[in-house]
């Protein structure tokens, strides 16, 4: 494994102090309990991690002493409040495109947009953010092109900020989930429940509801598995607009070798994947009857 | 339900959603725009600034504010803290008073007066007298910054005398200027633990100076919140040269530097910061509606060796002086500063002609090797290397073959990496260029493995022949030499001896002079590293604002500008005032090689520089990719429909 935060903060003591590198290593041996035999010092981290609350990952080499969890949790807020928009703004577009693409099938609008959604999905984020960037913001100057918030940091100068990126993002996902949606929806209307619903003379709004929600499974699915897919994505857009959430913390950590930092995000971005999942399973059954976790 | 109904629904449902979406983004965007306009219909007027700042290594958050801290952050707390000494460059002296008044040597070199302004103050009110200079010091001596003196005395409220047991002539310019070393308040930081201040507290806390910051800066520190930007800095009413014009600086850090040439471009800032190569401000020249002003050089550029120990052939100057003939300096050179190469080209020598005669050196100083590749053949094979089918080997047979690290997160290091590599070859050397943490870079030439060749930019490669300090021992430190019993001789020791010869004797005295040579021969014969090029400090500047009138004083220069010059590394310092707000004004201060110039000169130029070409414009170009992406989808669409169409 590259880097050694011991022989770097050495180092960095060193040259400062003007003392011996050897000295200066001793002291941050001392510092850092280096001295202690290995399997001590890995049971410690362990039960630092995982009996501690919030979990203790020790300080970030970076910004030492803080912990690297506070690093971490600081950025966490910007990357909820980016990706959390934009999935529900994704989910719901992807919802109601898909429905309008299926109850449009094989229509000229319907054939058209397959490609295209395709061609949409496929596109990378950061190129289409780099495109946003200097067309709204450096040519047509309407959008701030970096950062989360200027000088006033109101609600609408946030928004304003997270215009970019979120559009980024649910242009390059809603697509995804409206082909999604489209076959699941196709399928739903053409099955034997919904005729037979219709003959019951279920209300417009309830029957419409129906295909909402039948259409709904398979995207719960999609985006408990691609939760993780997701955080990655956010990372290269949160970098291109210099976005202050986890994207942009990974990559400062991946530089500069700052371990507990990346041991931190990835043990959040583990749990949100888990979590999510989860969420998911538990979601079925309200969403599908057929599907229940209780034995008979 | 008809499906008819359930699809005008659906158009229903998608139309009202759009138009939420729409409003959602309207919003913002609206506010956004009338934001913009009051900007530029104030933009003469308003009292504060945006700043960016591009940190590689700490993209959300600053580490730290304290001065003595390993990992504080250097271009904030500048702007907090002024320091006592800084450096300059010539024709100015070498070392310029700024928060001190002046100093003294004792003839004997034992003892140092440091005066300090009258009448200072804190950014509190309280008065900056010479109990923190004291404290300050008896703080260097206790974190290793300094020598040990013998005693540190208050003379008077403005006066400390600080003596060592052995002479330390140059202890102001070496220990003070040389690393830009503050005055801390004695009221906050007397209350701290040393092991806290200096960040070797065995149970891990560190003084980070986060809150409540009293300063003698041009500014403090109005608003941080660890993890949001910007921060936000207040003029000090109590600055010692009057509060800045300027109420409020806004500071955005960037983690990249493509999103912080984004920021610049699309107007978010004010000043655009880099230092490094001409190729690292390339991307914001050719706005006409911006000034370029290049300032005091940064790093030197080099290639380093791993001489450690057995690390053969790097042990022998000879292949060493043979790599150095076969470096196209000029090309790299060319490359990197394009059209400012001529002042940027490759010397560690920042002496004044003058005072390189006074040395007996000739006045461009004694570097320099000229690109010349059978010269370095002839080398190589004149002890005992072999070339035969454009290859190099070893006496034994063993062909030559080097590892080339150079640091990732450095824009210019791959493209040196290449070219050395290009260069490398024709003499026969199989050259493998590896990017490394820039971290890793640092710690791997503190030792004697895992490395072989590196490229590198130091500060301290440049202050050959002028004093010792750090960049001597670490160029020098790990070659040895030849003894004449036969043993080998490391630098290591000799630096130690030659760092001694420097502070004990006074300076241009002839035992400084002789071991300033000494130094500068070693140089020569040794080779102990290949100098490249030297970068420079850069600011693009937005024309759109205000920057001040020369006539009457009101902007941001000269004096004034020392909000700039402790934030920009003392950059803006010399820069002449800049006319507002038209015409386009490109302000070039440039510091030519002293073997062609022995002064600096500073030109204006009523339009853009003619040295810095314009970049071809890019809307164009993404306008036609944007219309060539559209036209792949027309024609996807076209020819997905016209498939589905026969398939039914």
């Given at each position: 494994m590259p880097g050694n935060f011991a022989e770097i903060y050495a180092s960095q003591l060193a040259s400062l102090h003007h003392i011996s590198y050897r000295i200066a290593y001793e002291r941050v041996a001392t510092l850092l309990g280096l001295g202690q035999p290995l399997y001590v010092q890995f049971l410690t981290y362990l039960h630092e991690v995982l009996f501690s609350f919030p979990p203790n990952?020790?300080?970030?080499?970076?910004?030492?002493?803080?912990?690297a969890w506070t690093i971490v949790f600081l950025a966490l807020r910007w990357t909820l409040l980016l990706l959390g928009t934009a999935i529900v703004i994704s989910l719901a577009l992807g919802l109601f495109i898909g429905i309008f693409l299926a109850t449009h099938k094989n229509k000229s609008i319907d054939r058209a947009a397959q490609p295209t959604f395709y061609f949409l999905n496929s596109i990378p984020q950061f190129w289409l953010g780099i495109l946003f960037i200097i067309i709204f913001a450096i040519d047509l100057h309407i959008l701030p092109a970096t950062q989360a918030q200027s000088i006033s940091a109101n609600p609408p100068d946030i928004l304003a900020h997270m215009v970019l990126p979120l559009a980024v993002i649910v242009l390059t996902t809603a697509p995804g989930y409206a082909l999604i949606v489209r076959g699941a929806a196709v399928d739903t209307l053409g099955s034997d429940f919904l005729y037979a619903t219709k003959a019951q003379g279920l209300r417009r709004r309830r029957l419409f509801l129906r295909i909402l929600r039948n259409s709904l499974l398979p995207i719960v699915t999609n985006i408990a598995l691609s939760m993780g897919y997701l955080i990655g994505g956010v990372i290269t857009v949160e970098l291109v607009f210099a976005y202050p959430g986890l994207g942009s913390l990974i990559q400062s950590a991946v530089v500069t070798e700052d371990y507990p930092i990346m041991l931190a995000i990835f043990y959040i971005t583990t749990l949100i994947v888990l979590l999510s999942n989860l969420a998911a399973d538990l979601i079925y059954p309200i969403l599908d009857p057929r599907v229940s976790y209780v034995s008979s | 339900m008809e499906l008819a109904t359930l699809r005008k629904r659906g158009i229903v449902a998608a139309i009202v959603t759009i138009f939420v979406l729409s409003i959602f983004a309207a919003v913002p965007l609206a506010l956004t725009r009338a934001n913009a306009q009051t900007t530029t219909s104030t933009s003469s007027g308003r009292d504060y600034i945006n700043i960016g700042d591009l940190e590689y290594s700490s993209s959300i958050a600053?580490?730290?504010?304290?001065?003595?801290?390993?990992?504080?952050d250097y271009d904030l707390t500048e702007l907090l803290y002024v320091g006592l000494f800084t450096i300059a460059f010539p024709p100015e002296p070498l070392v310029v008073p700024v928060l001190a008044q002046g100093y003294s040597v004792s003839a004997n070199g034992t003892q140092s007066v440091i005066n300090l302004r009258p009448d200072l103050k804190w950014s509190d009110g309280s008065p900056l007298n010479s109990t923190d200079l004291w404290y300050t010091m008896w703080l260097l001596n206790q974190t290793d910054h300094i020598p040990p003196p013998s005693s540190i005395t208050i003379l008077n409220s403005t006066a400390v005398q600080v003596t060592f047991p052995t002479p330390e002539y140059q202890f102001v310019q070496t220990q003070l200027a040389s690393f830009d070393v503050v005055v801390v308040p004695y009221e906050i930081f007397g209350k701290l633990p040393v092991s806290e201040i200096d960040c070797t507290s065995t149970n891990l806390t560190c003084y980070s100076n986060f809150n409540d910051i009293v300063a003698d800066g041009p500014y403090t520190l109005s608003n941080y919140t660890i993890g949001e930007t910007p921060i936000a800095l207040t003029a000090n009413p109590y600055y010692f040269e009057g509060p800045p014009h300027l109420k409020n600086v806004y500071v955005y850090l960037y983690p990249s530097e493509e999103s912080y040439v984004a920021a610049y471009k699309s107007d978010q800032l004010d000043a655009f910061w880099s230092y490094g190569a001409y190729i690292d401000i390339a991307p914001v020249v050719g706005f006409i509606d911006h000034t370029l002003i290049q300032s005091i050089p940064a790093l030197t550029y080099a290639v380093l060796f791993n001489?450690?120990?057995?690390?053969y052939p790097f042990t022998d100057p000879s292949f060493r002086l043979a790599l150095a003939y076969a470096t196209n300096i000029t090309q790299i050179n060319s490359l990197e500063n394009g059209p400012y190469a001529n002042t940027s080209s490759s010397t560690e020598d920042s002496l004044i002609p003058t005072d390189n005669e006074e040395l007996g050196l000739p006045p461009s100083g004694p570097i320099g090797y000229t690109y010349n590749v059978t010269e370095a053949e002839n080398i190589l094979t004149s002890n005992g290397f072999k070339l035969s089918g454009g290859k190099l080997y070893f006496s034994n047979g063993t062909a030559v073959s080097l590892q080339l690290a150079y640091e990732s997160a450095n824009p210019v290091s791959p493209d040196v990496a290449q070219l050395l590599a290009t260069d490398w070859t024709q003499i026969g050397i199989k050259v493998t260029p590896k990017a490394e943490a820039d971290s890793t870079i640092q710690s791997l030439t503190l030792g004697d493995t895992g490395w072989q060749v590196i490229i590198a930019g130091d500060t301290g490669l440049n202050v050959f022949g002028v004093t010792s300090g750090p960049g001597i021992a670490t160029a020098l430190s790990p070659y040895g030499y030849p003894a004449s019993n036969g043993s080998t001789v490391y630098y290591n020791d000799t630096v130690g001896t030659w760092e001694n010869d420097m502070d004990v004797y006074p300076q241009f005295s002839s035992q400084f002079n002789s071991t300033a040579v000494e130094i500068a021969n070693a140089y020569v014969t040794q080779v102990p590293f290949i100098p490249l090029f030297n970068s420079f400090n850069w600011q693009s500047v937005s024309n759109d604002f205000y920057w001040g009138s020369p006539s009457n004083y009101t902007g941001i220069f000269n004096t004034q500008s020392t909000a700039q010059q402790q934030f920009y590394w003392d950059t803006l310092y010399q820069v002449a005032p800049l006319a507002a707000p038209t015409p386009p004004v490109t302000t070039t201060t440039t510091f030519p090689t002293y073997s062609t110039a022995t002064t600096p000169t500073t030109t204006s130029v009523?339009?853009?520089?003619?040295?810095?070409p314009a970049a071809s414009p890019a809307i164009p170009a993404i306008y036609l990719y944007v219309a060539v992406a559209a036209v792949i989808i027309v024609i996807a669409g076209v020819a997905a429909t016209m498939i589905f169409r026969r398939r039914q």
């Open positions: 990952f020790g300080p970030s080499f970076e910004f030492y002493p803080i912990p | 600053v580490s730290s504010f304290n001065w003595f801290s390993p990992i504080e001489a450690f120990g057995k690390n009523q339009t853009t520089s003619s040295a810095a």
